[in-house]
C-alpha cells in the first residue's frame, strides 16, 4: 500500500502539471469567443487530470504487475463497476449542463429565442448591424443592404456593437469559419442561416471555408475587420478605400497577419 | 447518360464473373446447394480434396481460406490506402502546394478515407472473424459458405471501381505515350469530393468517375451486410448445445453487435448511394434544393455515417478484451459489464448521428439533444478502458508484442475517447468542426486502436495460422514504434485545430508548418513501422521457428486455452501422427477439414 499512496502523490503531481498546461487565454476577441473559450478551459480542466489520471494508472499498472509473482484470479466487484459507471456519468453530466448553457447564449444559437425560427434577413434589431454573407465557389461577397454597400473585399464589423450575419450559399455548401471570433456556421444554397455576435476586439481576423467546396476550397479565405464605430462609418461612406492606414497600425498589433496563401 | 456507361459496363463485368463463377461450381451436386451451405454439406465435402494451386484459392469456401484472402485483401487495401496517407502527410510539409496540386491532394484525401473505411478495417475483422470465430465457437464453419465466398469475391471488384479513377488516369498516361485515342481514361478522374460525399458538390462535379466509385460502393455495402448477415446466422446456431450466451466469448458478442449494426445500417447507404446515383445521372431530385435538399443527404449519410464508426472500432474492442487477459494470466475483469457496454454502444450509435452537422443551422433544441446522447456513449467506452485496467490490476504482465499493443491501444483510447468529449459538447464542436482538431481525434482511434488491435490478433494468432513463430524481438520494436508514431502525428493535429486549421487543406497559411511537420514526421514513423510489420510477417511466415507445442502462449497454466488452441494442438498432433508432410508445414491442409468440431468444444 506504500506504493500506492507513492502513486497517489505522483499522479497527483502529473495532474497540477497538466492543469498548468491548460493554455491561459488572450483577450477573447468576440462575446461568442469568450463564452465558448470559457467552456472550453472549463472542460480542459476537467479532462486534462483525468486523461493524465487514466494514463497514469494504465502505466502504474503495467509497471507494477509486469512478470508478476504473485497474480491473483480475477474477482468480480460489481460496487466498483457501478462507482466507475456513476463517476463518468456525474462527469458528463456536467459535461452536458455546462455545454447547454452557453449553447442557449444567443451568440451562440440563434435560434433559441425566435419561435418562428425567422432566420430569414431583415429582421436585425434597429442598432445592430446587418450584413449578409454569400459564398460560391470560391469567393465571399459581404452586402451590407441598409447601407447600399457590396465588397469581396473582407467583412468589416463595428467593435462592441452586435452584428447579424446571414449567411448563403450560391452553389455547394461552403462555410464561415472565423476561429478568432469564435464562429462557425455552414453556408446552404436556398436558405439563410444565421450568426450573431459581438466583436470586442479591433483587429484583422481570418476568415476560411471549412466545407469541402471543390478545387479553390483551400484558397477560399477572407478577414473579418473589426473597427471602431468612427471608422465603421467612415467606411460606409467610402468601402474602397478608407481602412488601409489603420489596417497597417492593427495588423501587426494582433499578430494575425494577411492570409498566408501563394 | 454518356457517364454512366462505364459504370455499366462494370456492373456488366462484375456479373459476369459472378456468372462464370457460378458455372464453374455448377459441377456440384445441385441438392448441396438447398440449403446454402449447412454443416451437412461440409460433411458432404469432407473427401473432396482441395484443387492445387491457385484454383483453389478462388474456388475455396473454407472459412479459413477466405478469413485469410479477406486479411490479405484488407492488408493491401490498407498499404493503398497507407500511401494516400504518405502523399496527404508529404503534401502538408509545405504550406504551398508544392508536391501535389490541390485537385491531386483532394482526390487523395476522399480516396485514403473510402479505401481505409471500406476496404481494410471492415475486411481485415471479417477476416479475422472468419478464421476464427467457428473455431472459438466450435463450429465447422460459417453458417453460410458459399455467400461467404460470395462476400468476399464482391469486393475486390468494388475497390478497383471506387479507384479507378487512378487506375484509368496511369492506363491513361501509359497507353498516351502510343499513338492512340485515350480520352475515354483521361475521362475518368480519381474521386475528389470528400468520403462524406455531400450534396450538391459531389451532384455538381462532372467527373463520372464518381458514378462508378457510387456503384463500386454500393457493391462493397452489398458484401459487407452478406458478411455480417453469415455471421449473425453462424453465431445463433452454429454454436454447439452447451455453449450458452452466457459462455460465449468475448470477440464472438462483439462480432455479433458489429454485424447487427452493419444490417441495420449499411442498407440505408445503399439506398442513400443509389438516390445520388439517380441524381447525378438521372435528373432525381432527392438531393436538389427544390428537391429534398441538401441537408436530406447529411441526415441519411449520417445515420448509416456514426453507426459505421462503431462497426469499425467494436471487432477492435472485442479483439483487446480477448487477447489482454491471455497476457495477464487472468480471466477479463467484468466480463458481463463489458458485453453490456458492447450492446448499449451498438443501440445508442444510432441516436447521435446529428452531432456531425452542430454547425449546419439545425435546431438547437434538437443539437442539444444529439449532445445529450453524444455524450452518454461516452459512458460504455469508459467502463471498457475501466475494466481493462481492472483486468491487468494484480495480474502477472508478460510484455509480449500482442500485450504492447494492447497497451499502446489503451493508452491513445484514453486521448482519442475524451477529445471526442469536447466534440459532443456543441459549442466547443463549433468552432473545432471541420478543423483538424477532428481529424486528430479520430485518427487515435482509427490508427491508435484499431489496427494496433488488429497487430495485437496477427501476433497473437500468427503461430496458429502459419505454425510458426514471428520475430519477437522485432514486433516488439515495430509495436513501440506505431504507438510512439500515433501519438507523434496526432497530437499536433489536435494543437493545429484549436489554432483552427480546417481540414481538407492542400494549402495552408504559413504559421500553422511548424506543428504540420511534426504531424508528418510521425506519419513517417507510423510508415516505417507498418513496413517492419509487414517484413516481419512475410519473413516469418516463410523461415519463422516452426511451432511444436500449441501452447504458444502458456495459455493452459492459467486455465485460458480456449477452443481454437484446442483446435490447433489437434491438428499438430495429427499432423505428427501422420508422416510428416512435404514442403511447408505452416500451409493449410486438406487434413483441417477432417477435425471433428465435437471433440475440441469441452475446453
Known amino acids: 500500500m506504500r506504493g500506492a499512496r507513492r502513486t497517489a502523490v505522483i499522479v497527483a503531481f502529473l495532474a497540477a502539471l497538466a492543469i498548468g498546461a491548460v493554455p491561459s487565454v488572450a483577450v477573447a476577441a468576440s462575446v461568442t469567443e469568450q463564452v465558448i473559450s470559457r467552456l472550453n478551459r472549463q472542460l480542459l480542466y476537467l479532462a486534462v487530470p483525468i486523461a493524465v489520471l487514466v494514463e497514469a494508472i494504465l502505466a502504474y499498472t503495467v509497471w507494477r504487475f509486469r512478470d508478476n509473482d504473485e497474480p491473483e484470479p480475477t474477482k468480480e466487484n460489481r460496487q466498483l463497476e457501478i462507482t466507475w459507471t456513476i463517476a463518468t456519468a456525474l462527469v458528463l453530466l456536467f459535461v452536458g449542463t455546462a455545454s447547454f448553457y452557453v449553447l442557449a447564449q ?61 449567411i448563403t450559399s450560391e452553389d455547394v455548401i461552403h462555410s464561415v469559419h ?85 | 447518360m454518356l457517364d454512366t456507361i462505364p459504370g455499366v459496363a462494370l456492373a456488366a463485368i462484375g456479373l459476369a464473373v459472378l456468372a462464370a463463377y457460378y458455372r464453374l461450381r455448377s459441377d456440384r451436386p445441385a441438392m448441396s446447394f438447398a440449403d446454402g451451405g449447412t454443416a451437412s454439406v461440409t460433411v458432404g465435402l469432407t473427401g473432396t480434396e482441395k484443387p492445387a494451386g491457385i484454383l483453389r484459392w478462388f474456388t475455396t469456401v473454407d472459412h479459413k481460406d477466405i478469413g485469410l484472402l479477406y486479411i490479405l485483401f484488407g492488408t493491401a487495401a490498407a498499404l493503398w490506402g497507407a500511401t494516400d496517407a504518405m502523399m496527404i502527410r508529404t503534401e ?36 479475422i472473424a472468419n478464421y476464427v470465430l467457428p473455431l472459438l465457437l466450435g463450429a465447422d464453419d460459417l453458417a453460410f459458405p458459399r455467400i461467404n465466398a460470395i462476400a468476399f469475391w464482391l469486393l475486390p471488384p468494388s475497390l478497383v471501381m471506387v479507384r479507378g479513377g487512378l487506375i484509368t488516369d496511369v492506363i491513361g498516361m501509359v497507353v498516351g505515350v502510343l499513338p492512340v485515342d485515350v480520352t475515354l481514361f483521361e475521362a475518368l478522374e480519381p474521386v475528389a469530393m470528400g468520403w462524406t460525399m455531400y450534396t450538391p458538390l459531389s451532384v455538381e ?104 464508426v462503431y462497426i469499425l ?76 485496467i481492472a483486468t491487468m490490476w494484480n495480474g502477472r504482465l508478460r510484455l509480449d508484442a500482442p500485450l504492447i499493443c494492447i497497451i499502446g491501444a489503451m493508452s491513445t483510447f484514453v486521448v482519442g475517447g475524451i477529445t471526442g468529449v469536447f466534440l459532443a459538447s456543441v459549442p466547443v464542436d463549433l468552432v473545432l468542426h471541420d478543423t483538424h482538431y477532428v481529424v486528430g481525434h479520430f485518427h487515435l482511434i482509427v490508427v491508435g486502436v484499431i489496427p494496433l488491435a488488429m497487430i495485437a490478433a496477427s501476433y497473437y494468432w500468427f503461430p496458429l495460422i502459419t505454425g ?36 481538407r487543406y492542400g494549402i495552408y497559411p504559413t504559421e500553422f508548418i511548424t506543428l504540420n511537420q511534426i504531424a508528418s514526421l510521425g506519419a513517417f514513423l507510423l510508415g516505417v513501422s507498418v513496413f517492419l510489420w509487414l517484413v516481419n510477417m512475410i519473413q516469418s511466415a516463410r523461415v519463422g521457428p516452426v511451432v511444436r507445442d500449441a501452447d504458444v502462449w502458456n495459455l493452459k497454466e492459467t486455465g485460458q486455452f480456449t477452443r481454437e488452441w484446442q483446435w490447433f494442438e489437434d491438428r499438430l498432433e495429427e499432423r505428427r501422427g501422420k508422416v510428416e508432410p512435404e514442403g511447408d508445414p505452416g500451409s493449410e491442409s486438406e487434413t483441417t477439414r477432417a477435425v471433428d468440431p465435437d471433440d475440441d468444444a469441452e475446453s
Not at chain 1, 139 to 144: D, G, Q, S
Not at chain 2, 338 to 353: D, E, K, P, R
Request: glycine share 8%; proline share 7%; charged share 15%.
Open chain 2, 468 to 503: 510458426r513463430m514471428y520475430n519477437q524481438r522485432l514486433a516488439r520494436a515495430q509495436t513501440v514504434l506505431l504507438i510512439i508514431g500515433t501519438f507523434v502525428t496526432f497530437i499536433p493535429l489536435l494543437i493545429l485545430g484549436y489554432m483552427g486549421m480546417p481540414r
Open chain 2, 92 to 127: 502538408l510539409l509545405v504550406p504551398e502546394s508544392a508536391v501535389w496540386n490541390v485537385e491531386t491532394y483532394n482526390a487523395v484525401f476522399t480516396t485514403h478515407g473510402f479505401t481505409m473505411l471500406f476496404f481494410f478495417v471492415t475486411p481485415v475483422f471479417t477476416g
Open chain 1, 106 to 166: 444567443p451568440t451562440v444559437s440563434t435560434v433559441l429565442d425566435d419561435p418562428q425560427r425567422n432566420a430569414e434577413p431583415g429582421n436585425a434589431p434597429e442598432d445592430a448591424v446587418e450584413a449578409h454573407i454569400v459564398t460560391e465557389q470560391w469567393n465571399y461577397t459581404f452586402e451590407y443592404p441598409e447601407e447600399n454597400v457590396t465588397t469581396s473585399e473582407s467583412l468589416v464589423l463595428p467593435e462592441n456593437r452586435t452584428a447579424y450575419l446571414y
Open chain 2, 313 to 388: 472500432v467494436l471487432p477492435a474492442f472485442g479483439l483487446v478484451s480477448l487477447i489482454l487477459p491471455k497476457f495477464c494470466g487472468r480471466r477479463l475483469f467484468g466480463f458481463r459489464f463489458i458485453v453490456y457496454s458492447t450492446i448499449a454502444i451498438g443501440i445508442l450509435s444510432f441516436g447521435v448521428w446529428a452531432h456531425h452537422m452542430f454547425a449546419t443551422g439545425m435546431d438547437p433544441r434538437l443539437r442539444a439533444s444529439f449532445m445529450a446522447v453524444s455524450l452518454a456513449i461516452a459512458i460504455p467506452s469508459a467502463i471498457k478502458e475501466f475494466n481493462w
Open chain 1, 178 to 262: 472565423v476561429p478568432e471570433l469564435g464562429l462557425k456556421q455552414d453556408a446552404l444554397p436556398g436558405q439563410y442561416n444565421l450568426l450573431r455576435t459581438e466583436p470586442t476586439e479591433k483587429g484583422e481576423y481570418r476568415l476560411y471555408c471549412a466545407e469541402l467546396c471543390g478545387r479553390g476550397h483551400p484558397e477560399m479565405l477572407s478577414t473579418v475587420q473589426v473597427v471602431s464605430e468612427d471608422e465603421y462609418e467612415r467606411w460606409l461612406e467610402n468601402p474602397e478605400s478608407a481602412l488601409n492606414e489603420s489596417e497597417a497600425n492593427e495588423s501587426s498589433a494582433n499578430g494575425s497577419a494577411t492570409d498566408g496563401g501563394p
Open chain 2, 205 to 308: 462535379m462532372a467527373n463520372p468517375q464518381i458514378s462508378v466509385a457510387l456503384l463500386g460502393l454500393h457493391l462493397s455495402g452489398v458484401a459487407t451486410t452478406m458478411a455480417a448477415i453469415n455471421f449473425i446466422v453462424t453465431v445463433f446456431t452454429e454454436r454447439p448445445p452447451e455453449l450458452g450466451w452466457d459462455k460465449l466469448d468475448i470477440f464472438s458478442w462483439n462480432i455479433l453487435v458489429t454485424s447487427a449494426l452493419i444490417l441495420l445500417a449499411f442498407p440505408l447507404l445503399g439506398s442513400t448511394l443509389i438516390m445520388l446515383l439517380l441524381d447525378r445521372n438521372f435528373g432525381t431530385t432527392f438531393f436538389a434544393i427544390e428537391g429534398g435538399g441538401p441537408m436530406l443527404w447529411q441526415h441519411l449519410f449520417w445515420f448509416f455515417g456514426h453507426p459505421e
